[in-house]
């Protein structure tokens, strides 16, 4: 059985610079930008045993200290390609971290990432020999397992949920907590669980998602290219998921990297940010 998508970030690291290199250390041989891109975007992700993250050395002290962390795509990715390629999006993503821990924790900080996702797929879906993504409305596959979301990003999708009297419906209730007994390292096993357990509280009866423009970035930055039956459980629990084909953005990698890890945000599954709040209230 595989999932059609990433589903955890890796652990933060600290960094005390906006210059660092990535050291890798491999004896076999390493495959071209092309190639690895290629086998990230065909991959079907699985949970993964804890690993050591890829250890980023500054180079020099500014003193500027924070967290940094690497999506799981672009961690694959970074492990293979060249230094100076490594050193750039490394860079990239301090600039973007630089900018993220200037604006206070709250809603404004996830509206501004989410713009800047929005954005770099747009020019990246009017670039020249991009393959567009194969996504439609009405396909809701990916909204049938574990979503993870900074802590700001479930506190705009919990005032929605209220706001839409869910919280009081004793049926999503229970479909939540539910759910959030699924931890992190459980996203296979959720994977496996009927739809009618594991869809995403906020599908409405037509099977769209009702909180769309709000949706987190784990969601905006989601998009294949291949035929979306390949994303269904009935084909991948089958094992069968050989054409699955994820459309990789690394700037929105980049981006997503450096929203994970902000001081004051924490990072779960919507289920447990949800259970953790309604429990709050009891």
Not at 109 to 136: F, T, Y
Not at 138 to 149: D, I, Y
Not at 179 to 192: D, I, K, S
Request: overall charge positive; glycine content about 4%; charged content about 30%.
């Amino acid at each position: 059985s595989v999932i059609p998508m990433y589903l955890s970030r890796t652990p933060v690291l600290r960094s005390s610079s906006c210059r660092c290199h990535v050291t890798t250390s491999t004896k076999t041989k390493k495959p071209t930008r092309k190639e690895a891109i290629k086998k990230a975007s065909t991959s079907k992700p699985k949970p993964k045993p804890k690993q050591k993250p890829t250890p980023m050395i500054p180079e020099e002290d500014d003193g500027l200290s924070f967290e940094i962390a690497i999506t799981e795509d672009l961690q694959n990715i970074l492990s293979v390609i060249p230094e100076p390629e490594q050193n750039d999006i490394v860079e990239r993503i301090v600039t973007w971290k630089g900018k993220l821990v200037g604006v206070p924790k709250g809603p404004e900080r996830a509206h501004i990432i989410h713009r800047a996702v929005d954005s770099a797929l747009e020019q990246e879906k009017n670039a020249k020999g991009e393959k567009p993504a194969s996504c439609r409305k009405g396909c809701n596959h990916c909204c049938q397992q574990l979503v993870f979301v900074t802590e700001e990003e479930a506190d705009i999708l919990y005032r929605l949920f209220e706001s839409k009297n869910m919280h009081k419906d004793p049926e999503v209730v229970k479909t939540v907590l539910a759910q959030a007994a699924y931890e992190p390292h459980q996203a296979l096993e959720f994977w496996a669980l009927p739809k009618a357990k594991s869809a995403c509280v906020f599908l409405d009866q037509e099977g769209l998602c009702s909180v769309y423009s709000s949706r987190p970035t784990s969601c905006r930055s989601f998009q294949v290219t291949s035929d979306p039956k390949f994303c269904s459980k009935e084909v991948s629990q089958q094992d069968n998921s050989e054409g699955f084909e994820k459309k990789l953005s690394i700037e929105t990698e980049v981006i997503a990297s450096a929203a994970i890890g902000l001081e004051g945000s924490a990072h779960d599954s919507i289920p447990r940010f949800f259970a953790r709040k309604l429990q709050a209230k009891e």
